[in-house]
């Protein structure tokens, strides 16, 4: 069974820090794109991070500088380091695991992430 579970989600100050960790499950992580996605109150899906299989990294311009993603294949797991956070930060974080190859996807049912003081 394929799974994809988000954790590490809270609550968070303005200016502070939180790493969410996406768990995958079910398939073979180290050919998977792994993609960081949001979605705050009212809003739809905004694009955050992504991890390709070979291990190239990519940022939406407004994250760059202040969040890291990053895996560890041992562990099938995916992580988004988010620092300097922002209460338009605040949102539901989703992951998502594309096959770099056919296409495939699967997602997550998301972690809630609030930045508020």
């Known amino acids: 069974e394929v799974q994809l579970v988000e954790s590490g989600g809270g609550l968070v100050q303005p200016g502070g820090s939180l790493r969410v960790s996406c768990a995958a499950s079910?398939?073979?992580?180290?050919?998977?794109?792994m993609t960081w996605v949001r979605q705050a109150p009212g809003k739809g899906l905004e694009w955050v991070s992504a991890i390709k299989s070979g291990g190239t990294t990519y940022y939406a311009d407004s994250m760059k500088g202040r969040f890291t993603v990053s895996r560890d294949i041992a562990k099938n797991t995916v992580y988004l380091e988010m620092n300097s956070l922002k209460p338009e930060d605040t949102a539901v974080y989703f992951c998502?695991?594309?096959?770099?190859?056919?296409?495939?996807?699967?997602w997550g049912q998301g972690t809630q992430v609030t930045v508020s003081s």
């Open positions: 079910g398939f073979t992580f180290p050919d998977y794109d």
């Open positions: 998502n695991a594309r096959h770099y190859y056919t296409d495939y996807d699967y």
